[in-house]
């Protein structure tokens, strides 16, 4: 196929690797997140490349180890902040690959779902640093890691919203700095040449200050069964996560209480979304919301509803 600038390069690789990625969330790779899915993962990305004029894509395979006394290092332009910027990888040497089956071989899905959102989201940004430092493949890697970590993630019953980094220049910067600086400072005791290190150095001072990764992944980081509740429908939700079924009662029994009390329609509306997000916020913490069946009372609906205008709240209890 003859590609005829750079400019439509770009658009039919994004448009290829686009939809294998869209793929990849309706049947991800089976495996057990080793360097066989991984690399698997890779594959099914950009298998269609070197046949559509990108023979420069070697789909799952690793990239030429860097010889010794060579620094592996990109350069970077950002939106956020002028001049460039450095991040150095591993020499994807043997010692690399020996890192890299080291490190997937301590990932445990059973034992990040056990993790609260918080310690999850520290816990995966630091798996993500560690393969994003290593940097297997010559092209790719961020998409690789991002479907990698995204499938473990669900594993484990987390959602990761990657995609919610590139809504915007600035999110996407955000992510790229907290990445760098996270993959310079593994990379920086092994950093050979003085000027490699110098750039390393640089880039890491100039990017102090800026929130680390495992903080900004807890931005993005939900439990799978609180997306659920707050996107599915009810008979959805329930089938997938049982557990939600103490959330309905909950709000089954907001809801009678509520509509016993005659208000007007968009009050009823309005106090059912303050509940749902209420029950969301507390799913969002990693709590399974309990129901014990008992009648809902007005002293429990002031912990969650708030004081509404006396105009519209005729016949609500004091």
């Known amino acids: 196929m003859s590609i005829p600038d750079d ?32 690399r698997e993962v ?23 180890p860097v010889p010794p ?14 001049g460039q910027f450095f991040v150095a990888y591993s020499k994807m040497d043997e010692a690399a690959q020996r890192r890299l089956e080291t490190t997937l071989a301590q990932v445990e899905p059973d034992l990040l779902g056990q993790l609260n959102p918080q310690e999850f989201a520290h816990t995966i940004s630091k798996l993500y640093s560690e393969l994003d430092y290593i940097h297997p493949f010559p092209d790719g ?41 996270a993959v310079n400072k593994i990379a920086k005791p092994g950093i050979e040449q003085p000027n490699t290190m110098m750039r390393i150095v640089g880039t890491i001072d100039r990017l102090k200050g800026n929130r680390d990764l495992g903080d900004l992944l807890a931005d993005v980081v939900r439990p799978s069964r609180s997306v659920a509740f707050d996107t599915m429908d009810r008979e959805h939700a329930l089938s997938k996560y049982p557990e939600l079924k103490g959330a309905y009662a909950a709000l089954e029994a907001s809801t009678r209480y509520i509509e016993s009390k005659e208000v007007d329609q968009d009050t009823t509306k309005s106090l059912l979304s303050t509940i749902s997000a209420k029950l969301i916020e507390r799913m969002d913490r990693g709590e399974v ?10 002293a429990d609906m002031t912990k969650t509803i708030p004081a509404q205008n006396p105009e519209n709240d005729k016949g609500m209890d004091r």
């Open 7 to 38: 400019e439509s390069r770009q658009r039919l690789e994004g448009d290829l690797t686009s939809s294998r990625i869209a793929e990849l969330k309706v049947n991800p790779v089976a495996g057990n997140f080793d360097l066989r899915h991984l």
């Open 42 to 64: 890779h594959r099914r990305i950009f298998q269609d490349l070197p046949s559509a004029g990108f023979p420069e894509y070697t789909p799952g395979e690793y990239r030429t």
């Open 141 to 181: 890697n961020s998409r690789t890691l991002r479907s990698f970590t995204a499938e473990l993630a669900e594993k484990a019953g987390y959602r990761i919203d990657w995609e919610r980094f590139d809504t915007t220049h600035q999110g996407r910067d955000k992510l790229y700095i907290a990445r760098d600086l």
């Open 289 to 298: 919301v309990q129901y014990d069946g008992r009648e809902i009372k007005p």
């Open 69 to 82: 006394g060579v620094d592996w290092q990109k350069c970077r332009v950002l939106d956020a902040a002028p």
